[in-house]
């Protein structure tokens, strides 16, 4: 139980988790500013900021 | 290894839960509702300990009971005996042994429950966020890039990935925390399944 543990939860888990963050970000630009948004592109803007800021945390 | 520790394993429970019907407050109803389930799942002093909280919290008061819960060690078996609080005139129900090494009491059952429900938390509203976002870009089509609905997609995807897998390993850990192995893993959801057909109201039969 504990290797398998640490197979999914130190490795597996986390690179996957990273690569889901990462992507998320590259797509918003880092994180979109809600309010100086020239033409509405993000139309679901803090839902998606709130998406991002939670995948880094369960990273 | 023979140092004492106070860490809480699962001895011989299953076939000896009979508290239930000696139970006269709210907190041993609620047990009696979830023993036909929940006795599988979670370590049996632990549930106790709780539901002794409960019971003081609420100021209920047995009458059976005296509050006299311990843990004590034996020395024949060489492990920690759970006193429950239940029936103290009958013989001790839940055996309580000592972790086999140092090396695996790093991880202690209350600090992985923590995580992991930190982890499960997380997940959910990840999950609820996820699937909003996709739902209404699935709806509308004003996804504003496709890569934006595939990413998103996929974070719903992480996301159920993690509360399964999540809430298996914080069953697992609190049924066998202390096996190296995860050969146990499947058993447990087939335990589970086939319990129902054994128990009667008050015991589980292995």
């Excluded at chain 2, 140092?3 to 508290?19: A, E, N, V």
Aim: hydrophobic share 45%.
């Amino acid at each position: 139980m504990i290797i398998s543990h640490f197979t999914y939860s130190l490795f597996l888990s986390w690179i996957v988790w990273l690569a889901a963050a990462a992507a998320l970000t590259q797509t918003l630009g880092g994180g979109i500013n809600c309010g100086a948004q020239t033409y509405l592109r993000f139309v679901y803007c803090s839902q998606l900021n709130a998406l991002e800021g939670f995948a880094w945390l369960i990273l | 290894m023979t140092s004492k520790q106070t860490t809480i394993l699962m001895g011989q429970p299953f076939s000896q839960l009979h508290c239930s019907k000696y139970f006269s407050t709210a907190g041993g109803s609620l047990y009696y509702i979830l023993s036909s389930r929940l006795c599988c799942y979670v370590s049996p002093a632990f549930f106790f300990g709780c539901l002794d909280s409960v019971n003081r919290i609420l100021g209920f008061r047995s009458q059976r009971t005296k509050y006299r819960t311990s843990i004590k060690f034996d020395e024949q078996t060489n492990a920690y005996v759970y006193h429950g609080f239940c029936c103290s005139n009958r013989p001790p129900r839940y055996v309580v042994s000592n972790f086999p090494s140092a090396a695996l009491q790093l991880i202690s059952n209350f600090r992985h429950v923590v995580a992991f429900g930190a982890l499960l938390l997380s997940s959910l509203i990840e999950l609820s966020i996820s699937t909003w976002i996709t739902a209404k870009y699935n709806a509308n089509h004003n996804a504003p890039t496709s890569s934006a609905h595939v990413r998103v997609s996929y974070l719903f995807f992480m996301s159920i990935w993690t509360i399964v897998f999540g809430s298996v390993y914080l069953v697992g850990f609190l049924i066998a925390g202390t096996s190296i192995f995860a050969s146990m893993a499947p058993h447990f959801f087939l335990r589970v399944l086939f319990y129902s057909t054994y128990h009667d109201n008050f015991s589980f039969h292995l």
